[in-house]
């Protein structure tokens, strides 16, 4: 029983580049979450999606795309990276919406 | 879009002390409140939570309490312990939006 994993661990990729951070859960949770956290600014939504087949913006979604290709996988995609997108990315999931989250470990990603 | 307001930023205390962290919101009709916890390099991890059918929860050395009517609520740590040090999140629930809103944590120290 993994829970929530996250691919890959560290990135980093020169500005323009494009890549995609998957996250997979096998804790059967209905929501899926994409969060970035940068020093001193918590933790801010970027998408997220309540339920299989469904995905909305989040507080900062501006440079990032999501998929969520089944209930277990929920994908988030920078078509062409800034350094302001220099960050950790966590992914979390709930059963509920509105309920406890559980996070994946995160990538720690480095645009230069 | 609801707002969590978290302070202190920082927070040092000496070992066996206690430690007091508050949040605020804004939307009126936020009904769960979790708190995480985030060691170094590591994920955030839920410690307790409180739905707001209740005032208070207690955890062994840890507590939270919430007021619905001021809306704010507290996260309380006694006897505290050199391992308690952290980084330290509120969140609430946000009807606007199937997900939980964070607050911009806080530095736990704790001196020996």
């Known amino acids: 029983n993994a829970g929530v994993t996250q691919t890959p661990k560290f990135q980093v990729l020169k500005t323009g580049q494009s890549m995609t951070l998957q996250c997979a859960q096998d804790?059967?949770?209905?929501?899926m979450y994409w969060y970035r956290q940068d020093p001193g600014m918590g933790l801010r939504l970027i998408y997220y999606?309540?339920?299989?087949?469904?995905?909305d913006k989040g507080e900062v979604p501006n440079g990032y795309n999501v998929s969520r290709l089944n209930k277990r996988e929920f994908s988030l995609r920078l078509e062409s990276a800034a350094p302001s997108q220099t960050s950790v990315y966590f992914c979390?999931?709930?059963?509920?919406?509105?309920?406890?989250?559980?996070f994946g470990p995160g990538t720690r990603l480095t645009v230069t | 879009g609801e707002n969590v307001e978290q302070h202190p930023s920082t927070l040092s205390v000496q070992e066996g002390d206690s430690a007091v962290i508050k949040c605020t919101y804004s939307?009126?009709?936020?009904?769960?409140f979790p708190w995480y916890k985030q060691e170094l390099g590591k994920r955030p991890q839920l410690i307790i939570d409180?739905?707001?059918?209740?005032g208070e929860k207690k955890d062994q050395r840890i507590a939270v309490t919430l007021n619905k009517t001021a809306k704010h609520f507290s996260l309380h740590i006694t006897e505290t312990q050199p391992e308690d040090s952290a980084v330290y999140f509120c969140?609430?629930?946000?009807?606007?939006?199937?997900?939980?809103?964070f607050g911009s944590g806080t530095r736990l120290q704790v001196q020996p």
């Open positions: 409180i739905r707001s059918n209740v």
């Open positions: 979390a999931t709930s059963m509920e919406g509105r309920g406890e989250q559980y």
């Open positions: 969140a609430s629930d946000y009807t606007g939006r199937r997900a939980l809103t």
């Open positions: 804790m059967n949770h209905n929501s």
């Open positions: 999606s309540a339920s299989e087949g469904t995905t």
């Open positions: 939307d009126s009709a936020s009904n769960y």
